[in-house]
């Protein structure tokens, strides 16, 4: 039944959806209040009138133990006088009434202005008169089809009387509850009326809370794709300023991203269009006729489609390093490592290769990867330095204190070269994508390398720095937190 009330409320305002919760919640509250306090009452209520029974019991038998009539001075000569004179001296609570039983049939009844007629309900007199005698007095509901009473029954006997009697003192237990059920209704309809208040209350208070979702939403009808520039302003320090806050931040991260976005397809526009501009130009001069020309413009057509297969396979690796398992780290003997990369380096060109500080460390990194990331350096040391030119490729790991007094170690790998360097002015530059530097060559590369290179690296939570001297060389490292 609640999911049911929830499916539909799923079509309506949050606003809505709030106070009518709100009031459910406290109409649940009284609700149980109201109960429990209905219940506590009822239970005082019989608490009182058995009570009330007990004491009236207690004056009677008083009353008989003397055994001398209060009035006269003489004895009671039979239980009838007994029982009407204790009749006319009782004081009956409201709704009370009392009644004498004797010989089958009632010989006393309450004084006429005591409005509670117990000898009037036949019903109950037929009950009185088929409960055998028992001796004792005995407290006991009984029930007729006009009202229920809560009953005292007294056995009456003097010693010298033959005829023995029965006082009934009982309440009307309906007009006992009438009283209380009239006060319960009080409460039903106080507590209502401030329910209703509550809901009015709230529905203004819950359109100033939510004010800042208003905005949201309006804020967010206003975007479109080519416009991210609006922004919600942050009122407050609660909850729904946090929101805001959140949604900014994403607004930011989307801009962003776009923004990128826009950049690569412009960037892979303008790469791409290139080879393609040299393919058409050369099919187009292509004498069919000529063999020579044939061979010479179907090798520049492969060369130019293979560097578009490497365009594409490299935005391939960038477009996979938001993944999360873009860097899969496991244990790494990082001299091992090393050697296996020299080896592979030594392949990528006529240079004096070397291993320095090579660590025999064990770190969690990603050999894939990072041997992907200094191969890359590396073929970006051969493209830039002359043929016997020394290249270096080394590791060593360091340790320093943190703020927090621990201690972190970081694993350290550079390529150095001995090429013709960076301008200080590229430096900055080099890691963003399609970028070459002013000596890059447009032949040669997809300008993405090194971006790949410095994903591998944040994707490792490190960092890659560049320290260059114009025609000296170049030494790129890679700090990678172990």
Known sequence: MISGWVDRLRGVSVRTRIMVALIALSGLTLAIAGTANYLVQLGDLHAQIDDSLRREVREFRALAETGLNPETGEAFTSAAELTYLAIQRSSLEENEGVLVLEDGAVRWSAPAPVPVRLETDTELVRQLLARPESGRVELTTLRTPTASYRTALVPVQLADDRTPARMVLAFDLNQELNELHRNIGIWAAAGTIALIISAAISFGLLKTLLRPLRALRRTAAAIGADDLDERLTIDGNDDLADL??????????????????????????????????????????????????????????????????????????????????????KPTDVGVLM??????????????WSLAGADTVKASIDPHRVTQALLQLCQNAVKFSAP????????????????????HRTLRLWVRDAGIGIDEEDIAAIFDRFSRGRNGSRAEGSGLGLTIVRAICEGHGGRISVASTRNTGSVFTLELPI
Do not use: W, Y
């Open 244 to 329: 805001s806050e959140t949604f900014n931040s994403m607004l930011d991260r989307l801009q962003d991203a776009l923004a990128s976005q826009r950049q690569l397809l412009r960037d892979v526009g303008h790469e791409l269009r290139t080879p393609v501009a040299i393919l058409q130009g050369h099919l187009e001069l292509q004498d069919a006729e000529d063999p020579d020309d044939v061979r010479q413009t179907q090798a520049l057509a492969l060369d130019e489609l293979a560097r578009m297969t490497m365009l594409i396979d490299d935005l391939s690796t960038l477009a996979s390093a938001d993944r999360n398992d873009f860097v899969q780290p």
């Open 339 to 352: 050697l296996d990369v020299l080896d592979k380096a030594s392949a990528l060109g006529d240079r004096q």
């Open 388 to 407: 016997g030119s020394a290249i270096v490729i080394g590791s060593d790991a360091t340790t320093e204190p943190a703020a927090d007094g621990t201690r």
